[in-house]
């Protein structure tokens, strides 16, 4: 290995460990600052997961659920249970079958995705702010590169 090929590969996994010693606490601490501001409620991460697909989707079965989020239909059953309870998915009737239920974010938790929304963008805002205006210019140079880093893990 030459020392061009040496350094490329250090850089990489210096990259590689960066990001993955970063993201995790960075995605952690915007999640606890935007609850603690606006006094959101600690749902676990998986809810939080069926409720975005939910709201985007419109609505899926619980089977559709379980395959976008690539877990077992007993996970997407007992998060079904659970969030029922607290109201954060209503279940309504297929409209092409009525024997199947389509999974739908409750009016409640919309409310609660888009306060989550709006507050996290806000402190994300505000702590930008804080950042020299290069390092500010370097983070949304980067969010093309991030993008297709998340499609590429979605794969």
């Known amino acids: ?39 959101l409620p600690d749902l676990p991460e998986a809810q939080i997961e069926l409720l975005r697909l939910l709201a985007t989707t419109g609505g899926l079965t619980p089977t559709q659920a379980a395959v976008r989020l690539r877990v077992a239909q007993s996970t997407i059953s007992n998060l079904i249970r659970t ?16 024997r199947v239920a389509v999974l739908v974010a409750s ?5 609660l995705l888009d306060t989550y929304d709006r507050a996290s ?13 290069a390092e500010q210019r370097a983070l949304e140079r980067a969010l093309p590169a991030l993008r297709q880093l998340l499609n590429a893990l979605d794969e």
């Open 121 to 133: 963008a806000a402190m994300l805002r505000d702590s930008l702010t804080k950042l020299p205006l």
């Open 1 to 39: 290995m030459d020392a061009v090929a040496r350094t490329e590969s250090t850089t990489t996994s210096t990259v590689e460990a960066e990001l993955s010693a970063l993201l995790g606490p960075l995605r952690r601490a915007v999640l606890r600052r935007t609850r603690a501001a606006e006094g």
């Open 83 to 98: 969030m029922s309870v607290t109201n954060l998915i209503d279940r309504v009737p297929s409209p092409t079958d009525g």
């Open 107 to 111: 009016a409640t938790a919309r409310d």
